[in-house]
């Protein structure tokens, strides 16, 4: 696999008097088209870390390399056309009379030809499955549907990476569903590198790898399964764990012996029903 | 009662459909219902940010009507504690401990009453004492809430009404959160209305459950009663707390359960002892 991001000994401080340091030596590689969930308590130092890679901050030390470019004053400008950036309410982001207008605005920006716009904002739409609301007002659509428009105005863009920043905390289930499908698709479908951040425990559980942020250094990384094997650490850490791993948590409490590796909830049904409907 | 937004125009919605229920004094409800089902407009109404266009509403024994003046309501605004959606982004004032006694010193307290009930009120929702003097804009999300709530406690409500308190938060942040509502009930006596998604917040914390559909009370129950039936709640759309909806998985597949339960510590003491029957378990 090509890696598409590579961090290398990243510190970082907003306060240089602050002896703490926000981001404290991290090292990371990021392969082309994975699904990297990043979890951690709030001011755990996540959205840092998604502005530093966007060139939105400077490292303090260390370097952070993005589609073979080193991230620099000179290529900036560059490396964050290869990545789109989703944060966690649109409402405030909206512009343009609907919603075509609204996907069009970082494109006009750019200066893309009014041909070469039209069919990007029709493929955008279509990606998120919002075609037939293109000459909708923004402000009438659910929360699920403005924030798959503001994710079709970041393709638009054709990135190669799309960093979601709590995107989905502020919907409702529904809407919740509705990107988290729609993140999968991107993925496995599109080949978009994928990085969400996220606190929902079932949204990181679909992802290829989840690394574990905690006060500024990554203390985990790895395969969800595993992850989540280590249930009573992240407990620990303020996190949540899937459902199964607190039903066995709550078990093991109450005398009863839970096997050790990762169940997902169909795996527990099974596991269960095993035990106690035999005869 | 019922609420209709911008009468006569076009844009003319009916966002609360005759509604009548009963919400008993010290008592924990929860509200819940798809975005746009009308949950933030029944809610405004309980301390007269709203007024109904038709019916009424009798609250604490203030009985607000269509025609009713907002000078007639009295007290209302200080018996009701109302925390909007996001509340942090009201924060205003310098420091965190001016702040939450904004409201006691404009009841008429003077700045030595209404500084000491705000530092009562910021020890009750657990702020620490370093973060007193500091600005609220340096605070956590979660801490920065607890500022905007500590101030509405500052009036001394007797009711509090809460709209979507947690979202947004991380997970230990809305754990924490919901701990200090219920901390409010049991030890303060106040009465608790609140609006949330989270199912798993509906069956541990609240008696009393209220369900909006497209602007109609769908549902006037209890959290066992409206959890007992996950058909129904299928059927409208609505989620089951984790449990609940892991135990109707095992139904499904024969384990038979007199009635579903609502928290995993309820399903662990019923699958326990099944399970430390069959001797040792391999895994
Ligand atoms: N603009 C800023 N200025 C100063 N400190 C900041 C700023 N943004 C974040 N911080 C601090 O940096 C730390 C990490 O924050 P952040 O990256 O936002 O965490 P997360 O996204 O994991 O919640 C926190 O202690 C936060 O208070
Ligand atoms: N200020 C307003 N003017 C016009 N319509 C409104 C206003 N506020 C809400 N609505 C409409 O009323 C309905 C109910 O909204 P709301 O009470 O906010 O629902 P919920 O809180 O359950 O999401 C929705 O259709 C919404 O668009
Ligand atoms: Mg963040
Ligand atoms: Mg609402």
Known sequence: ?279 | MSHTYQVGTPLEEVAVKEVSFEIKNQSFTAIVGHTGSGKSTLLQHLNGLLKPTSGYLTINGHKITPETKNKELGDLRQEVGFVFQFPEAQLFEETVLKDIAFAPKNFGKSEAEALEIAREKAKLVKLPEAVLERSPFELSGGQMRRVAIAGILAMSPKILVLDEPTAGLDPVGRFEMMELFKQLHQKEGLTIILVTHQMNDVANYADHVLVMEEGQLIADTTSKELFSDPSWLKAHHLSLPQTTDFAYQLQQRGISFETLPLTEHELARFLAPKLNQRGKIDG
């Open chain 1, 1 to 279: 696999m090509n890696s598409i991001i590579e961090i290398k000994d990243l510190s970082f401080s907003y306060d240089h008097e602050e002896p703490k340091k926000v981001l404290d030596q991290v090292n990371l590689t990021i392969d082309q088209g994975q699904w990297v969930a990043l979890i951690g308590h709030n001011g755990s130092g996540k959205s840092t870390l998604a502005k530093l890679i966007d060139g939105l901050l400077t490292p303090t030390t260390g370097t952070i390399t993005v589609a073979g470019q080193t991230l620099s004053e000179e290529t900036v400008w560059e490396i964050r056309d290869h990545i789109g950036m989703v944060f966690q309410n649109p409402d405030n982001q909206f512009i343009g009379a609907d919603v075509a207008g609204d996907v069009a605005f970082g494109l006009e920006n750019r200066g893309v030809p009014y041909e070469e716009m039209h069919l990007r904002v029709k493929e955008a739409l279509k990606a998120v499955n919002m075609e037939k609301f293109a000459a909708h007002e923004p402000v009438r659509l659910s929360g699920g549907q403005k924030q798959r428009v503001a994710i079709a105005g970041v393709l638009a863009l054709r990135p190669q990476i799309v960093i979601f920043d709590e995107s989905t905390s502020m919907l409702d289930p529904k809407g919740r569903q509705e990107i988290v499908a729609l993140m999968r698709r991107l993925n496995k479908e599109e080949g978009f590198t994928v990085i969400s951040i996220t606190h929902d425990i079932d949204e990181a559980s679909l992802a290829d790898r989840i690394i574990v942020l905690d006060d500024g250094k990554v203390i985990a990384d790895d395969a969800p399964a595993k992850i989540f094997s280590r249930g009573n650490e992240l407990f620990k850490i303020g996190l949540d764990v899937p459902y199964p791993e607190r039903l066995k948590h709550e078990l093991a409490h109450l005398g009863v012996q839970v096997p050790k590796k990762y169940l997902t909830e169909k795996e527990m049904v099974d596991w269960l029903c095993q035990y106690v409907l035999k005869k």
